[in-house]
């Protein structure tokens, strides 16, 4: 009869890979930790996360800069490139970027919502001095951005009080302040058709948001183009929402939705 329990051996590698994952969470979310600090946080004998770290270092998984910090290597890179390049979202975001010319001159980006964050699986980042760069793997709270909101206005009342019992602290003091408030904001993000982040998560940019829905019209991702405050005059806004809304539109019709 086969024994279906896991061995010994088997058991005794899972705090190794928890430690590990641990580890490289640290890291992705930017954090400039030395081998030492890392022990620290995690509460780690200098022996174990040095010899773990080791290990790391050899498949790829951390670097170290010059500065002795360590970062996150170039292995992950490919479970990432792995793991979006199944997700049809990922490349009808980036066939529309190829083949429309109007969104040039705009940062745009993707994210897909866990939780009360967004993660961002796609972006493009523009020329203009927006103060800030979005990059994939980038996670920010949902109720601050304009895909989040968009995707979180998808939620009825009782979703969102579940979802967002500690509510997130200000990323800007233009960043909305309870959920009482973001309700509010969310009742005119529905009737407008799109959303919008006005120095929310960066003073001086704005940016404005539409959903992509699946085949059951479910609201599975936001797309945002990022402006400079000084752009966004209520027309320029009212026009590129508009411009997002049909964009999104023809996404969803490629995802099956409508």
């Known amino acids: 009869m086969q024994n279906d329990e896991p061995d010994s051996s088997s058991t005794q590698t899972v705090p190794a890979l928890r430690r590990a994952v641990a580890i490289l969470d640290i890291l992705a979310s930017g954090k400039n930790l030395t081998a030492a600090e890392i022990a620290r946080t995690l509460s780690l004998p200098k022996s174990t996360a040095h010899g773990l770290l080791a290990v790391m270092g050899e498949l790829d998984l951390v670097g170290k800069s010059p500065d002795g910090t360590l970062k996150i290597g170039p292995h992950p890179l490919r479970w990432a490139n792995a793991f979006l390049s199944q997700l049809d979202i990922v490349t009808t975001f980036q066939e529309v970027l190829a083949r429309d010319r109007e969104l040039d001159p705009y940062t745009v980006t993707l994210t897909v919502r866990e939780g009360a964050e967004v993660v961002y699986v796609g972006c493009r980042?523009?020329?203009?001095?927006?103060?800030?760069?979005?990059r994939i793997g980038m996670r920010l709270p949902a109720p601050f951005t304009a895909t989040g909101k968009i995707l979180l206005s998808d939620l009825k009342p009782a979703e969102l009080d579940r979802l967002l019992t500690d509510f997130p602290k200000p990323l800007t003091?233009?960043?909305?302040?309870?959920?009482?408030?973001?309700?509010?904001?969310?009742?005119?993000?529905?009737?407008?058709?799109?959303?919008?982040?006005?120095?929310?998560?960066?003073?001086?940019?704005?940016?404005?948001?539409?959903?992509?829905?699946?085949?059951?019209?479910?609201?599975?991702?936001?797309?945002?183009?990022?402006?400079?405050?000084?752009?966004?005059?209520?027309?320029?806004?009212?026009?590129?929402?508009?411009?997002?809304?049909?964009?999104?539109?023809?996404?969803?019709?490629?995802?099956?939705?409508?």
Not at 125 to 134: A, H, I, W
Not at 198 to 206: A, C, H, K, L, W
Request: aromatic share 2%; hydrophobic share 35%; charged share 25%.
């Open 125 to 134: 980042n523009s020329d203009q001095p927006l103060g800030q760069t979005f």
């Open 173 to 258: 003091p233009r960043s909305v302040g309870s959920v009482e408030e973001l309700k509010r904001e969310l009742e005119v993000t529905r009737k407008r058709g799109f959303s919008i982040d006005d120095g929310q998560i960066r003073e001086g940019m704005i940016c404005i948001g539409a959903p992509l829905r699946d085949h059951s019209g479910a609201a599975v991702a936001g797309i945002a183009i990022s402006i400079l405050r000084s752009e966004g005059s209520d027309d320029k806004i009212a026009e590129l929402g508009a411009q997002l809304q049909a964009i999104a539109q023809g996404m969803s019709e490629g995802l099956g939705g409508g």
